[in-house]
């Protein structure tokens, strides 16, 4: 029986700091890398989907944050959002945000009475404040010569201006009512009053009052009969006191029968 003698390979290991060859001490790296990982997942009690974190004691940690889908952004990104909802946002620097609210771009435009607040505060005293303005407010028309402050009713021009409660401009007939009143106790200076008060029942009629305290009352007085009859006839002094009346009648402060 002939016996076959087989020289066997020398084998070359590289050896590593361990002693151990390196392929040896690849495998056990691995080994080593997969029990610290296990150990660490398997004490996780995280629910599929949901994102972990390392705690104080090194330990993996459920967050219960679900994990965000797309791309991730650091701070030094830009991204741009669509169809995004932001809750509670905290925007600290609008210097290229086009928040002009002019357009959907610039914010989309925003409902006067809706979306803002202190509409009834009186912040614009450049404006007249309907509601009443402490101290009261001055309406000047024009800041030249010439120029004119107009009121009118309405765009028709057809109704009424008022100057309190019961006194008024009639635009559409160009007519001033004014209601009774009280007579002024004092003169002022350099000034006449006018105002309206009764003659008599059912007899309301304009009154002025001069700077020196006399009354004045424009009012229908009876009618004054022409002269006739006596024993001496004067004729001139007649066609006088005719012409008189005669005018008296025409302007209504006498009564033509």
């Given at each position: 029986?002939?016996?076959?003698?087989?020289?066997?390979?020398?084998?070359?290991?590289?050896?590593?700091?361990?002693?151990?060859?390196t392929r040896?001490?690849?495998?056990?790296?691995?080994?080593?890398?997969?029990?610290?990982?296990?150990?660490?997942?398997?004490?996780?009690?995280?629910?599929?989907?949901?994102?972990?974190?390392?705690?104080?004691?090194?330990?993996?940690?459920?967050t219960a944050?679900?994990?965000?889908?797309?791309?991730?952004?650091?701070?030094?990104?830009?991204?741009?959002?669509?169809?995004?909802?932001?809750?509670?946002?905290?925007?600290?620097?609008?210097?290229?945000?086009?928040?002009?609210?002019?357009?959907?771009?610039?914010?989309?435009?925003?409902?006067?009475?809706?979306?803002?607040?202190?509409?009834?505060?009186?912040?614009?005293?450049?404006?007249?404040?309907?509601?009443?303005?402490?101290?009261?407010?001055?309406?000047?028309?024009?800041t030249l010569?010439?120029?004119?402050?107009?009121?009118?009713?309405?765009?028709?021009?057809?109704?009424?201006?008022?100057?309190?409660?019961?006194?008024?401009?009639?635009?559409?007939?160009?007519?001033?009512?004014?209601?009774?009143?009280?007579?002024?106790?004092?003169?002022?200076?350099?000034?006449?009053?006018?105002?309206?008060?009764?003659?008599?029942?059912?007899?309301?009629?304009?009154?002025?009052?001069?700077?020196?305290?006399?009354?004045?009352?424009?009012?229908?007085?009876?009618?004054?009969?022409?002269?006739?009859?006596?024993?001496?006839?004067?004729?001139?002094?007649?066609?006088?006191?005719?012409?008189?009346?005669?005018?008296?009648?025409?302007?209504?402060?006498?009564?033509?029968?």
């Amino acid at each position: 029986m002939a016996i076959q003698t087989v020289r066997e390979q020398p084998r070359v290991a590289i050896v590593d700091g361990k002693g151990l060859p390196t392929r040896a001490f690849s495998e056990w790296m691995q080994i080593r890398l997969r029990a610290i990982v296990n150990q660490k997942t398997d004490a996780i009690p995280t629910a599929a989907g949901k994102v972990a974190k390392f705690d104080t004691d090194g330990n993996l940690a459920d967050t219960a944050k679900v994990v965000p889908a797309g791309a991730f952004v650091g701070t030094t990104d830009t991204q741009t959002l669509s169809a995004k909802t932001l809750l509670l946002p905290v925007i600290a620097d609008f210097t290229n945000a086009g928040h002009t609210h002019q357009n959907t771009v610039g914010g989309g435009k925003l409902d006067h009475g809706a979306a803002l607040t202190g509409l009834t505060d009186d912040d614009h005293t450049q404006y007249l404040f309907l509601a009443g303005r402490a101290g009261g407010q001055v309406v000047k028309g024009g800041t030249l010569t010439t120029q004119a402050l107009t009121f009118n009713s309405n765009t028709l021009k057809d109704g009424k201006i008022y100057l309190g409660d019961s006194s008024y401009l009639d635009e559409a007939n160009r007519i001033l009512l004014m209601a009774t009143g009280t007579a002024p106790g004092s003169s002022p200076a350099d000034a006449a009053q006018l105002w309206v008060a009764d003659v008599a029942v059912g007899n309301a009629c304009f009154h002025t009052r001069t700077e020196n305290g006399a009354v004045l009352k424009l009012y229908q007085q009876a009618h004054i009969a022409n002269p006739s009859g006596g024993a001496t006839v004067d004729a001139e002094s007649r066609t006088a006191i005719n012409a008189i009346l005669t005018v008296l009648e025409n302007i209504g402060a006498v009564a033509t029968s």
